[in-house]
C-alpha cells in the first residue's frame, strides 16, 4: 500500500535561513512524489514533483526537494525563507490503479517563517 | 483560462440532510477527483470520475456518491450527513486521468 509521512507537524525557522520540511514514503513499485502548499482557505497548490531523472527536483518559488531512495524520502528545501513561504505543506505519493492516478496525502507540516 | 471552481464556497447543513456540491474542471481536463479534508489531516481521496464513471474509490461509505457530466463538470453527493462529515471538500481536475491535478479552493462543510 502507498502511504506517506510528515513527521513534524509543525517547523520553525526564521526569515533567510533554510528550510527543510521533512517526508518518507512507502510505495511499491516507482515512486511518484509530490509536495503541494496550502494558504489559509485556499486549495492546494503544486510545487514540485519527482517522477524520475535526477534525485534533487527545482520547483516553485525557489523549492528543491531531494529524492532519497535508499532513505525512502523526499524532503522538501528552500535555501532562504521567506515570512511568505509561513503555509501547510504537503508530501503526496501516487496512487491508483490501471491508468487512474490518485493521491496519498501526508498528514501535513505547517511551516513559519519569523521576520 | 479558468482554473477548477468550486462552490459553493462555505455551507452549513444539519446532521441527518443531504448536500450538494459542485465542481468545474480547468479547461481542458477530463478527470474529477474529489478529497475530504478534515481540520488539521491531509486530504483524503474520496473518488474519481471519467468520461462519466466512478473509476476509483477510497475507502468512504456509499453515503457518498458522486456524478459527471458531458461537459466534465461534476458534483459530490454526502446523503445522511453526521457531524463527523464536516470538513473542506476539494475537487482537482487533470487531464486524460494523468497525474498533473489541479485543486480548487474547496468548500466547506459545516454539520451541525
Known amino acids: 500500500a502507498q502511504s506517506v509521512a510528515q513527521p513534524e507537524d509543525q517547523v520553525n525557522v526564521a526569515e533567510g535561513n533554510p528550510l527543510t520540511v521533512k517526508c518518507t514514503y512507502s510505495?511499491?513499485?516507482?515512486?511518484?512524489l509530490f509536495w503541494y502548499v496550502q494558504y489559509p482557505n485556499r486549495g492546494l497548490q503544486f510545487l514540485l514533483k519527482?517522477?524520475?531523472?535526477?534525485?534533487l527536483v527545482k520547483g516553485s518559488y525557489g523549492f528543491e526537494a531531494e529524492f532519497n531512495k535508499s532513505q525512502t524520502s523526499f524532503h522538501l528545501k528552500k535555501p532562504s525563507a521567506l515570512v511568505s513561504d509561513s503555509a501547510l505543506y504537503f508530501c503526496?505519493?501516487?496512487?491508483?490503479?490501471?491508468?487512474?492516478?490518485?493521491?496519498?496525502f501526508g498528514s501535513g507540516t505547517k511551516l513559519n517563517v519569523k521576520p | 483560462d479558468a482554473g477548477v471552481t468550486q462552490s459553493p464556497t462555505h455551507l452549513i447543513k444539519t446532521r441527518g440532510q443531504q448536500v450538494t456540491l459542485r465542481c468545474s474542471p480547468k479547461?481542458?481536463?477530463?478527470?474529477v477527483s474529489w478529497y475530504q479534508q478534515a481540520l488539521g489531516q491531509g486530504p483524503q481521496f474520496i473518488f474519481q470520475?471519467?468520461?462519466?464513471?466512478?473509476?476509483q474509490r477510497g475507502n468512504f461509505p456509499d453515503r457518498f456518491s458522486g456524478h459527471q457530466f458531458p461537459n466534465y463538470s461534476s458534483e459530490l453527493n454526502v446523503n445522511a450527513l453526521l457531524l463527523g462529515d464536516s470538513a473542506l471538500y476539494l475537487c482537482?481536475?487533470?487531464?486524460?486521468?494523468?497525474?498533473?491535478?489541479?485543486f480548487g479552493p474547496g468548500t466547506r462543510l459545516t454539520v451541525t
Open positions: 482537482a481536475s487533470s487531464k486524460d486521468r494523468g497525474h498533473e491535478q489541479y
Open positions: 510505495v511499491s513499485g516507482n515512486p511518484y
Open positions: 519527482y517522477i524520475t531523472g535526477d534525485n
Open positions: 503526496a505519493v501516487r496512487a491508483g490503479r490501471d491508468n487512474f492516478n490518485t493521491f496519498y
Open positions: 479547461s481542458g481536463h477530463d478527470t
Open positions: 470520475y471519467y468520461e462519466e464513471e466512478e473509476r
